[in-house]
């Protein structure tokens, strides 16, 4: 067993990059953040003290890509493994939900769609426990009208009409 585990030492001590997790999952939000700053470029920021439509975009971007970057540096220089095998499953079933919501949210409403995006997205996993899930999908979505439709009054309908 210690043979193994100098051998291991000795493969990690061997590579540029010790802690390649950590460094690919940086440099996929570093990419994001770049993205996300390059698509925000045309939209005003801002106007001496007045924030424009792209200035909260534009910070959360900057954010990102600062955090992100240090865990990138970070990860050339601490112990960690190595990525593993990747799952598609989970990005097609969050993408799935994320379509879902955006179709949805007219017809049905904050409540019902909230609800059924997170549920959805609970598929993404085959450890998903249903009834901590939908505990947590109810709570999610009563946080999300108390939010967006309570305390920054946005114009959401809650339920759909034919519920009203």
């Given at each position: 067993?210690s043979?193994?585990?100098?051998a291991?030492?000795?493969?990690?001590?061997?590579?540029?990059?010790?802690?390649?997790?950590?460094?690919?999952?940086s440099m996929?939000l570093?990419l994001?953040?770049?993205?996300?700053?390059?698509?925000?470029?045309?939209?005003?920021g801002?106007?001496?003290p007045?924030?424009?439509?792209g200035?909260?975009p534009?910070m959360?971007?900057?954010c990102?890509?600062?955090?992100s970057?240090?865990?990138?540096i970070?990860?050339?220089?601490s112990?960690?493994?190595?990525?593993?095998?990747f799952?598609?499953?989970?990005?097609?079933?969050?993408?799935?939900?994320?379509?879902?919501?955006?179709?949805l949210?007219?017809?049905?409403?904050?409540?019902?769609?909230?609800f059924?995006?997170?549920?959805?997205?609970?598929?993404?996993?085959?450890?998903?426990?249903?009834?901590?899930?939908?505990?947590?999908?109810?709570?999610?979505?009563v946080?999300?009208?108390?939010?967006?439709?309570?305390?920054?009054?946005?114009?959401?309908?809650?339920?759909?009409?034919?519920?009203?």
């Open positions: 067993m043979d193994h585990l100098v291991k030492g000795e493969t990690n001590a061997r590579r540029r990059i010790r802690n390649p997790r950590d460094f690919w999952g996929a570093v994001l953040a770049l993205v996300a700053l390059w698509l925000t470029r045309d939209i005003p801002m106007d001496g007045q924030f424009g439509p200035t909260v534009r959360f971007a900057v990102l890509l600062l955090l970057g240090t865990v990138a970070w990860s050339v220089f112990e960690g493994e190595n990525p593993g095998q799952h598609l499953r989970g990005l097609v079933v969050v993408s799935i939900s994320v379509v879902v919501f955006a179709v949210i007219q017809p049905l409403g904050l409540a019902i769609t909230t059924v995006s997170f549920m959805i997205a609970a598929l993404g996993t085959n450890e998903t426990r249903w009834i901590e899930v939908t505990i947590v999908a109810v709570l999610f979505t946080a999300s009208i108390l939010l967006f439709v309570y305390g920054l009054a946005l114009q959401f309908t809650i339920f759909p009409r034919f519920l009203q």
